[in-house]
């Protein structure tokens, strides 16, 4: 079964609207989540790490303060996209790491397709 | 440079036979990680294999074997027996300092799309 849960699924809202997706690893403690994107028919690229009770590190590039990140506690994590427009319209993924975990993979939430009308 | 290169943008295989998608790496780091996921069209992350720098034997599971050629830096993933839910997109990925007690990022190729004919 899953591991990691995602939520919401799929969005579709209007531009200037704010939009959370929650990231949930399900039966492990995760101290570090990952947020993904991807475009259709690309890779996934990494836009920032989620350390539990500290700030993110975020890739170069990505707007700190369109993309907040908030890992509160070891099973959570959220990303708010900010203001969103059509250009922010994309599939997100997250994925957890169990702690101390050096040798296994990450376990992936099923993602958010974002649409932005 | 890229860490991880597949250069096969896409790939048929008969239903039943065995395919290899191919995955070369790039790192300095003597400590790393190599995975192989499956992404169905649905989107979700499926994995599939890991290989450790320091595992001796190359890794299997079910399937899914990795060709491991450390000297040459590539990983690729073979799938016997290919069946049609197979169809999907496949990624490498690389951890580098995967011993190292925390949990490094990971760096994904631009993915195989693979596709398996009846």
């Known amino acids: 079964g899953a591991v990691v849960s995602q939520h919401p699924s799929r969005v579709i809202c209007k531009s200037g609207t704010s939009v959370k997706i929650e990231c949930r690893s399900l039966d492990f403690q995760a101290t570090t989540m990952f947020w993904y994107r991807q475009f259709p028919k690309q890779s996934l690229m990494l836009m920032a790490t989620?350390?539990?009770?500290?700030?993110?590190?975020?890739e170069q590039g990505v707007e700190k303060d369109k993309f907040l990140i908030n890992h509160a506690s070891l099973t959570l994590s959220t990303l708010t996209v900010t203001s969103a427009h059509p250009e922010d319209s994309s599939f997100y993924i997250c994925?957890?790491?169990?702690?101390?975990?050096?040798?296994?993979?990450?376990?992936f939430g099923d993602g958010t397709r974002l649409s932005i009308l | 440079a890229q860490k991880i290169t597949q250069t096969q943008p896409g790939m048929f295989v008969q239903e039943k036979e065995a395919v290899t998608l191919d995955c070369t790496y790039d790192t300095s780091d003597p400590s790393y990680g190599l995975f192989w996921y499956k992404q169905p069209s649905s989107g979700e992350m499926i994995f599939l294999i890991y290989q450790g720098s320091y595992d001796q034997q190359n890794a299997t599971e079910g399937r899914y074997s990795l060709n491991f050629q450390k000297a040459r830096k590539s990983a690729n993933l073979v799938i016997s027996a290919s069946q049609l839910g197979d169809s999907a997109m496949y990624f490498c990925a690389m951890r580098e300092g995967a011993n190292s007690g925390g949990y490094q990022k990971v760096t994904f190729g631009i993915g195989t799309k693979l596709q398996v004919i009846p």
């Open positions: 994925s957890a790491a169990k702690t101390g975990s050096g040798n296994q993979p990450q376990h």
């Open positions: 989620s350390n539990e009770g500290s700030k993110a590190t975020y």
